[in-house]
């Protein structure tokens, strides 16, 4: 989740802070935020289909909204902007805060020292020299 969470809020502040935005960049933020719900939701990694976590994780007006820019998406040339998608927008500016609010409360499951793992990898490599 925190990998996630992280791609989402990056590509938000990078790319939907305009008046005109690529589509395509909507798609690097979306996938991430239902990812994060997902992972609240089933604590477990999200599936690798888009439509999958639209279908479980966007309620309709979302998954409605997700299919328009779809569209929009496949009738874009890759490189054109076009106005931002406010419905969009607002969800994202919504979601954001809460999933960093609700990691934020979770336990830090972050590695404090690698020095085993480092003894371990010496040791195998000296043990493959020898």
Same mark, same amino acid.
């Given at each position: /989740?925190y990998?996630?969470?992280? /791609?989402?809020?990056?590509?938000? &502040? ?5 008046? !005109?935005? &690529?589509? +395509? ?7 991430? $935020?239902?990812?994060? +719900? ?5 604590? @477990?990694? %999200?599936p /690798? !289909?888009?439509?999958?976590l ?8 979302? @998954? ?13 040339p890759?490189?054109?902007? @076009?106005? +931002?998608?406010? %419905?969009?927008? #607002? =969800? $994202?500016?919504?979601?954001? *805060? =809460?999933?960093?609010?609700r /990691?934020d409360?979770? *336990? #830090?499951?972050?590695?404090?020292? =690698? #020095? ?6 010496? #040791? @195998?490599?000296?043990?493959? !020299?020898?």
């Amino acid at each position: /989740m925190y990998s996630y969470l992280h /791609m989402a809020e990056g590509n938000y &502040r990078e790319y939907l802070k305009h008046d !005109l935005v &690529r589509p +395509k960049k909507y798609l690097y933020i979306l996938r991430p $935020i239902l990812a994060c +719900k997902w992972v609240l939701k089933n604590n @477990a990694p %999200p599936p /690798m !289909l888009f439509s999958e976590l639209v279908a479980t994780e966007a309620g309709p007006e979302l @998954a409605q909204e997700i299919d328009k820019l779809l569209k929009i998406k496949l009738n874009t040339p890759e490189l054109e902007e @076009a106005p +931002k998608i406010t %419905p969009l927008n #607002d =969800f $994202i500016e919504e979601t954001l *805060p =809460f999933l960093r609010g609700r /990691m934020d409360s979770l *336990p #830090d499951g972050r590695v404090g020292s =690698f #020095d085993g793992l480092n003894r371990l990898f010496l #040791d @195998a490599l000296a043990s493959g !020299l020898a």
